[in-house]
């Protein structure tokens, strides 16, 4: 008898599971930020491409996010792609080492097998004059395959309506 309902129970779970589409999508932990708000991004990546395990992670960082700083990951190489400014208006010590404007971070030669799930995470402050929901493209790699995860959705439109939805954030005044 006990076994017939943990088979109910588990055949009824896979079916609500399979009814959630967004489960497969690279997402982030946080659905709401505030402008002018410094926040810690988690990036959930649940799965490989097709099978296949995942060996990076690449996001770019749009205009709305600034001050970004990554979260190094055991197992991963971080590496960071700035646009350089020149301010001599600067004070030291005030851009934490930085030589300009984060643009990209990526942790690449990990392996996450496509069974696993993982988290991979960063803050960066919003800005003040944020609206609307901040987009976040990004790249997984895996072993022969990529899924690119850029996505945005025209006005009016909605991330459940695209295959591969950049990963976004609402903003909440």
């Not at 392996?111 to 004059?129: N, Q």
Request: hydrophobic fraction near 40%; glycine fraction near 10%; proline fraction near 8%.
């Amino acid at each position: 008898m006990q076994s017939a309902f943990r088979r109910l129970v588990l055949t009824g779970l896979a079916a609500v599971s399979f009814g959630l589409p967004a489960s497969a999508h690279i997402t982030f932990e946080n659905k709401e930020v505030k402008p002018g708000a410094t926040v810690k991004f988690v990036l959930r990546v649940p799965h490989g491409c097709d099978g296949a395990a995942t060996t990076a992670v690449r996001i770019a960082l749009p205009e709305s996010l600034s001050d970004a700083k990554p979260q190094p990951k055991p197992g991963w190489m971080l590496s960071l792609v700035t646009e350089n400014v020149q301010n001599a208006t600067a004070t030291p010590g005030h851009d934490h080492g930085g030589t300009g404007n984060l643009k990209e971070i990526a942790w690449t030669g990990g392996r996450l097998e496509d069974a696993h799930y993982d988290e991979f995470v960063f803050r960066a402050a919003i800005s003040k004059a944020a609206t609307g929901r901040i987009f976040v493209p990004v790249v997984q790699q895996c072993d022969g395959a990529a899924a690119r995860w850029i996505e945005i959705p025209t006005d009016g439109g909605s991330s459940d309506d695209l295959k591969h939805p950049a990963p976004s954030v609402r903003v909440e005044p």
